[in-house]
């Protein structure tokens, strides 16, 4: 009987002891956090331009096409807002400078050389995203032509 007893309150508390109770946090009205939408900075907006750019490029030395000129509105990335955790340094500027080289090899390149200097100018991105904003460098390898 005891035994049957001590189960019993055994089986009760396990049952109703060890329920959890979910607390709901009230935040008045007037205390709620407000939402704040993710606004990309201009060179976020400008190297998003680039990428399709290149995408588009890639297509035309893929077609046997030489690419357009490089857009002027491009040499923006020297002086264009990062976002908070970065800054325009010297190797910024060095990798800037070089991917202007070759973008500049490649708009003066021939149908034969396009690929490979398409993808040197590719390369120049990633080997500065490896320094500086590293996230989208696998996106960036999307753009090599195999």
């Known amino acids: 009987m005891k035994n049957l007893v001590f189960a019993f309150f055994t089986i009760g508390f396990l049952l109703f002891g060890c329920e959890t109770k979910k607390k709901e946090k009230i935040i008045p009205a007037d205390k709620k956090e407000e939402l704040v939408m993710y606004q990309p900075s201009e060179m976020t907006l400008l190297m998003r331009e ?33 976002s908070n955790q970065f800054t325009h340094d010297k190797s910024f500027q060095n990798f800037t400078d070089l991917y202007y080289k070759n973008i500049e090899n490649l708009a003066n390149s021939t149908k034969k050389d ?27 390898k999307k753009l090599l032509i195999k």
């Not at 077609?63 to 509105?73: A, H, Q, S």
């Open 50 to 82: 680039m990428f399709a750019f290149q995408e588009a490029s890639k297509k035309q030395i893929e077609n046997g096409e030489l690419p357009k000129d490089f857009p002027e509105r491009f040499k923006k990335i020297h002086t264009a807002k990062l």
């Open 114 to 140: 396009a690929k490979k200097n398409f993808n040197i100018a590719i390369n120049s991105c990633i080997a500065c995203h490896k320094t500086t904003c590293t996230g989208p460098i696998v996106r960036i």
